[in-house]
């Protein structure tokens, strides 16, 4: 009797500690669907950040990833998200994932290069960008926009999807700007109306 009580206490307990830490992960943190990524520490606000090593070179790796408030008609199941890819302490990439089959393009960039379209809007301003498309999978942002949402309240994306215009919300603020100025030597910068 005695030995059968301490077991089910024990299973308790168990139970208990898996239930407490796996809502400690919930709310902290984020697993790391890359090979050799350590899992996410919040990065301020709604910002996970992934750190990682290369391991020919040894340079520092770190990745920004922040979650949409929405999906999109296409995959309810997968958020769109921005990333910011830094390397050696220098942004590498910033791109924007819909988690959606992107259109073809519909416009040359500067060098010929393929783009796409978007509007954009962080906090009271709007404008109209050429994004790159990437084999039809994401779209790589442009600086300004990058700097514009570091230190936004709000950011709307709105882009052609197979299912018609769709828009992406954000809520970027709460960023740690001195995390991202030491991993990827990049400030905020509010958008200019010129």
């Not at 040894?58 to 309810?76: C, H, M, Q, S």
């Not at 404008?127 to 442009?142: A, I, P, T």
């Amino acid at each position: 009797m005695n030995s059968s009580s301490s077991f089910g206490n024990a299973l308790f307990t168990l139970a208990a500690l898996s239930l407490l830490s796996a809502a400690a992960l919930a709310q902290g943190g984020a697993m790391s669907p890359y090979q050799n990524e350590r899992d996410g520490v919040s990065a301020g606000g709604k910002w996970m950040q992934f750190q990682s090593e290369d391991k020919m070179s040894g340079a520092k790796r770190v990745r920004f990833e922040l979650l949409a408030e929405n999906y999109f008609r296409e995959d309810p199941q997968y958020k769109p998200r921005i990333e910011l890819f830094c390397e050696g302490g220098k942004l590498k990439l910033a791109d924007f994932n819909p988690g959606v089959r992107l259109p073809r393009p519909n416009r040359p960039g500067f060098w010929g290069q393929p783009q796409l379209e978007v509007e954009v809007r962080i906090d009271d301003y709007h404008s109209s960008k050429g994004w790159n498309w990437v084999r039809g999978h994401f779209l790589s942002m442009d600086k300004g926009t990058t700097r514009g949402m570091m230190g936004a309240e709000l950011l709307r994306i709105a882009l052609p999807t197979r299912n018609g215009r769709e828009i992406a919300e954000f809520s970027p603020a709460g960023l740690d700007v001195s995390e991202v100025r030491r991993a990827c030597d990049l400030t905020p910068k509010k958008p200019s109306k010129d």
